[in-house]
C-alpha cells in the first residue's frame, strides 16, 4: 500500500491482511529478541502536532522493532511555533529523505493533504486528525476483538493465533460515549461493518454527531437497553474529549455526575452482560467519568491487551508500506498483496 490514510472504503480483503500480518508481527513479539531486520535503511518520521503518549510510543517502538531508524518531531519546541507550515515542514522531511511520516493533527484532512499534496515521496500513516480517522487504532480494536472472540492463542498470548483469516460476522460491538468528537469512533464503525460485525452507538443526543444516519450502524440513546437487549460481545467506551468541547463539557451535558450515571461503565453493567463479553477502551481513560475503575480492571477488561496489540498493528501497518512497491499509485487504504519472498521474512 502507498499510505494507510483511514478505514471508511477500506476493502475487507485489504483489512484481513492487515490483520493477518499483525498476527504475524504478535507471534514475534514473543520471542526473546524481538527486532526484525525488515526495514533496516529506512528512515521513520513521527510527526506528531498534538499531545499524545500511547499513539507515539507505540509507533516508535513497532518502527525500532522493525530495525528502522525513527526521527520524533513534536510541533512544541519545533519551527512550527514560530509559525512553519504544513507544507514547509514536509518539504524539509522530504529533503532528509524520510521514506515514511506518521502524523497525528488537529485539522481533519492534514493526513490526507500530506500524501497527496506533492511535498514528500514518503508513504503516510494517519495516527489522528482531527475528529476524522484513526485507522491504526481501528485495527488494533479490531485484531483485540478478533482474538478474544474468534480465535485463541492461549492466556499467556502465544501459539497458533487460530483467528488468521477470520472476518468478525457476527458479532456485536457497543460503541458508547463521546461519539461527536471521536475519530476513533469513525474508524471503528467503518472497520468494523466491513469485517461483518454489527456496531451500535449509544451517546446522549449531544455527542451523536450530524449525519450518523449515513453510518452504517444503529444509534441508541439508552446504554442500559442497550447492553439488556442487544447482548453486545464487546463494549468499546469512549473518552469524554473535553479538550474539543467548547464551552467545556456543560454544554453538552449537565454534570460528570449525571453523565456517568447514565452512560457510564461500571460493575452493575458489565454484569449484565453475556460471559464471553469484552471491555475496551482507546485511552487515556477519564476513570470515574465514563468508566469505573472497577469496570477498568476487571479480568475481562482488555484494554491494557490493547495497548501490546497496537506494536503489532502499527508493525504490520508500516511493514505493508516500506516493504512492498511503495510506488504503486492508492486511494485510501487500498493494499497490494506482498509476495510470498516478502512474508516469509516474518
Known sequence: MKHLLTTQGMSKDDAILLLDTSAQMAATQSRENKKLPTLRGRTVVNLFYE??????ISFETAAKRLSADVINFSAKGSSVS????LKDTALTLHAMGADAVVVRHSASG????LAHAGWLDAGVLN????MHQHPTQALLDAFTIRRHLVGNVGEDGRGTDTSVGADLAGLRIAIVGDVLHSRVARSNVYLLH???AEVTLVAPPTLVPVGVETWPCRVSYHLDETLEQWQPDAVMMLRVQRERMSGGSGSFFPSPM????????????LAVLPDHSIVMHPGPMNRGLEI???????PRSVIVEQVANGVAVRMAALYLLLSGDTGTSTEKTSTEKTSTDERNTL
Open 194 to 196: 466491513t469485517l461483518g
Open 127 to 130: 495516527a489522528g486528525d482531527g
Open 292 to 298: 469505573s475503575a472497577a469496570a477498568a480492571d476487571h
Open 51 to 56: 499531545d499524545s503518549t500511547r499513539t507515539r
Open 110 to 113: 492534514a493526513a490526507h493533504q
Open 258 to 269: 449525571e453523565y456517568s450515571r447514565k452512560f457510564g461503565f461500571d460493575a452493575r453493567r
Open 82 to 85: 514560530k509559525g512553519e507550515s
